[in-house]
């Protein structure tokens, strides 16, 4: 058996960081305001969000500003929604320019302030992964994973190739699936029960949960045969995980063999808020 290592992302910021950029400041006037498949969101409002992860990162994170909380509300999620409609209200009125400008600045800031880190430490939870302190690498790893979807939905938005290269979107792919334990973890199964998901293409792989100890934890080698084989296509795989489908497209979408109810649990995967 094999189980699933760190994900060290770091050298990819930039890259990603400079693909956006030229890709922004190509765009015409009018394509700041098209739709995204983020609903209610423009290629502005995106690129807005954007934006705010480097602030907030560079602030709570290497200026240790804590003096911000969320907004109130229900839940986290609903906190997370409020968070977000306020800093749009506030900040559509830069313009494509300053957006552009600033999002150099900070995001060649954060670059420089994720490499500082000791990606081996524990830090706190990555929500979508459990509610357990979290390595600081993981957590790097969701925010590559968040500036890497959410210019695919730019990309989208304006008719432009994604970040679909391996170098990219294997490591999107393979933080993504460490959602999978906590998706699982009030699933009851006979110990040892084996589940597999494959992602085909060429940044997809093959992970394994295996049952032990009520726990599923996640391997890419298991000697088990699999109770379950879920496979699914990687743009299938980024867009399911990051709610740009729903469960039934995906549904749709895959190959199933097994145990069908298994199977079900690994498509309510979610490795975003929401």
């Known amino acids: 058996m094999k189980p699933v290592g760190p994900i060290i992302v770091t050298d990819l910021f930039e890259p990603v960081l400079e693909r956006l950029l ?6 015409p006037e009018k394509d700041w305001s098209l739709p995204t498949p983020c609903e209610g969101w423009t290629v502005k409002d995106v690129a807005l969000h954007l934006l705010a992860d480097e602030i907030s990162r560079l602030s709570r994170g290497r200026d ?6 969320l907004p109130p509300g229900p839940d986290f999620v609903s906190r997370i929604n409020a968070h977000n409609a306020l ?6 009125r830069m313009s494509p320019r300053l957006i552009c400008d600033l999002l150099d600045f900070t995001g060649h800031e954060v670059v420089q302030y994720f490499k500082s880190l000791d990606l081996m430490a524990i830090n706190g939870p990555v929500s979508w992964a459990g509610p357990d302190p979290a390595p600081v690498w993981l957590d790097v790893a969701r925010e590559y994973t968040e500036r890497w979807h959410h210019q695919q939905h730019i990309r989208e938005a304006v008719q432009q190739p994604g970040l679909m290269e391996p170098a990219f979107l294997t490591p ?18 006979p110990e040892d029960t084996t589940v597999e998901l494959r992602i085909i293409g060429d940044a997809g792989s093959s992970w394994f949960l295996l049952r032990k100890e009520a726990h599923w934890p996640l391997f890419t080698a298991v000697s088990s045969a699999p109770a379950t084989i879920v496979t699914i296509d990687q743009d299938t795989a980024w867009r399911l995980f990051t709610k740009g489908i729903a469960k039934e497209q995906a549904l749709d979408k895959a190959s199933i063999q097994g145990n069908m109810k298994l199977a079900a649990n690994v498509l309510e995967a979610v490795s975003i808020i929401a």
């Open 22 to 27: 030229q890709l922004l400041h190509q765009l």
């Open 64 to 69: 240790k500003d804590l003096s911000y909380d």
């Open 87 to 92: 800093w749009l209200t506030a900040s559509r």
């Open 172 to 189: 999107v792919l393979d933080t993504f699936v460490r959602a999978l334990p906590w998706t699982f973890h009030s699933v009851e199964a």
